[in-house]
């Protein structure tokens, strides 16, 4: 938990940003915006980085799935992060490579921008990929970011590479390509203790029960966890990083009308570690018409 004892931090002021929320999106967000020399308040009704942003799947990559949306820019300005973590923070941040295993039945996703130009432009494919455009997505992948610190992707064979000793002998290939992962909790709590350093009010085991709008400002109500005592709190402006509670903060605690359906995802990848000692995950892009995970193992492992 980040020290604020020698913060200033004071409900009587006027903050320009007011954040619910203590994880990775909330914590950065503050730390970005003191640095910038917003006055910020962060209020996290746990302890920072207790929920989801301690139980990621660690992983810190530039958005590869957001290619088959056309968000070029998007996944540029994530690959470019991805090396300014690698850089700023290897202590906590470290290479890991991904093994994308590949048959010629495979069916991919349908609904993405790119699947639905595939479908139109070659229908006899079905919903099929090529390799070659698979390892032309991996390119771009690969050179978008400015890439210098992680190897580059690579074609490996599934019969000889211990890669693929776990899987089915349907993958005769794969494509293996890097991003990174991060010890989570450890950048959230240090992207707190930075935010705090530069200004911001950090108060973690506080609640938030109730924030609403007066006339150009948040009218903003906290409870102490530990004292149950009460706070009030004045923002130009309220930020919701809530993660899986967004929607109960905006239907709760700022009793806004539900406009918006917000959906939590989760996501399975298979870890395992090689004989040199180098962490790999086997990554499946293609569409296993949603199956329960023990039916999932059976279509791909031996």
């Given at each position: 938990?980040?020290?604020?004892?020698?913060?200033?931090?004071?409900?009587?002021?006027?903050?320009?940003?007011?954040?619910?929320?203590?994880?990775?999106?909330?914590?950065?967000?503050?730390?970005?915006?003191?640095?910038?020399?917003?006055?910020?308040?962060?209020?996290?009704?746990?302890?920072?980085?207790?929920?989801?942003?301690?139980?990621?799947?660690?992983?810190?990559?530039?958005?590869?799935?957001?290619?088959?949306?056309?968000?070029?820019?998007?996944?540029?300005?994530?690959?470019?992060?991805?090396?300014?973590?690698?850089?700023?923070?290897?202590?906590?941040?470290?290479?890991?490579?991904?093994?994308?295993?590949?048959?010629?039945?495979?069916?991919?996703?349908?609904?993405?921008?790119?699947?639905?130009?595939?479908?139109?432009?070659?229908?006899?494919?079905?919903?099929?990929?090529?390799?070659?455009?698979?390892?032309?997505?991996?390119?771009?992948?690969?050179?978008?970011?400015?890439?210098?610190?992680?190897?580059?992707?690579?074609?490996?064979?599934?019969?000889?590479?211990?890669?693929?000793?776990?899987?089915?002998?349907?993958?005769?290939?794969?494509?293996?390509?890097?991003?990174?992962?991060?010890?989570?909790?450890?950048?959230?709590?240090?992207?707190?203790?930075?935010?705090?350093?530069?200004?911001?009010?950090?108060?973690?085991?506080?609640?938030?029960?109730?924030?609403?709008?007066r006339d150009a400002n948040w009218h903003i109500v906290t409870r102490n966890m530990a004292t149950g005592e009460n706070a009030v709190f004045s923002a130009k402006c309220l930020i919701n990083a809530g993660g899986p509670w967004v929607e109960d903060i905006i239907k709760n605690m700022c009793a806004r009308p539900q406009g918006t359906e917000y959906d939590l995802c989760v996501a399975v990848i298979l870890l395992y570690a090689n004989s040199i000692n180098m962490l790999k995950?086997?990554?499946?892009?293609?569409?296993?018409?949603?199956?329960?995970?023990?039916?999932?193992?059976?279509?791909?492992?031996?």
């Open positions: 938990m980040p020290d604020t004892s020698n913060n200033d931090g004071s409900e009587n002021k006027l903050y320009d940003l007011f954040i619910i929320g203590g994880g990775v999106n909330g914590c950065g967000i503050a730390r970005d915006a003191s640095g910038r020399g917003l006055s910020v308040a962060l209020a996290e009704m746990n302890d920072i980085a207790s929920a989801t942003s301690s139980s990621s799947t660690k992983l810190f990559h530039g958005g590869l799935r957001y290619l088959e949306y056309f968000e070029f820019r998007l996944v540029r300005e994530a690959l470019i992060e991805r090396e300014i973590l690698l850089r700023a923070m290897p202590h906590i941040s470290w290479p890991m490579r991904f093994v994308l295993p590949y048959s010629r039945s495979m069916q991919f996703e349908t609904k993405t921008p790119l699947s639905r130009f595939l479908a139109t432009a070659f229908p006899w494919m079905k919903g099929r990929r090529p390799a070659w455009l698979i390892r032309f997505g991996l390119f771009l992948y690969d050179h978008m970011g400015g890439r210098k610190i992680l190897p580059a992707t690579r074609v490996i064979n599934l019969t000889k590479d211990e890669a693929g000793r776990p899987l089915k002998n349907i993958f005769l290939r794969a494509f293996e390509y890097s991003d990174c992962w991060v010890e989570d909790s450890r950048l959230v709590v240090l992207n707190a203790r930075d935010a705090n350093q530069k200004g911001a009010w950090i108060m973690p085991r506080t609640k938030v029960v109730s924030a609403e709008r995950a086997i990554f499946f892009r293609a569409k296993m018409g949603g199956l329960f995970l023990p039916s999932l193992m059976k279509m791909i492992l031996h």
